[in-house]
């Protein structure tokens, strides 16, 4: 028993420490993040699906935004011409 209790606080003492370094990443994420957290959170709340299913349509809009700003920069350019 005694290595098992052992074992439990050092997990215990791990699981403190990430939580410790998670709060100090939370404040220097600073009142820009928590509003963009806070208005991610809300598209949340308009549309039923899951958060994980949610940051992945973000993940391919954003994508396809880059595509068409790219696109533009080379048209405008000259390079590609559609």
């Known amino acids: 028993m005694d290595s098992r209790e052992k074992k439990l606080e050092q997990r215990e003492k791990a699981l403190e420490e990430r939580e410790r370094k998670i709060e100090k990443r939370?404040?220097?994420?600073?009142?820009?993040?928590?509003?963009v957290r806070d208005k991610k959170e809300s598209w949340y709340d308009h549309i039923h699906v899951s958060v994980k299913t949610m940051d992945r349509i973000i993940w391919?809009?954003?994508?396809?935004?880059?595509?068409?700003?790219i696109l533009i920069i080379l048209e405008a350019t000259g390079i590609f011409k559609l």
């Open 26 to 35: 939370e404040k220097e994420l600073g009142f820009f993040s928590q509003a």
């Open 60 to 69: 391919v809009i954003s994508g396809l935004l880059v595509i068409v700003v």
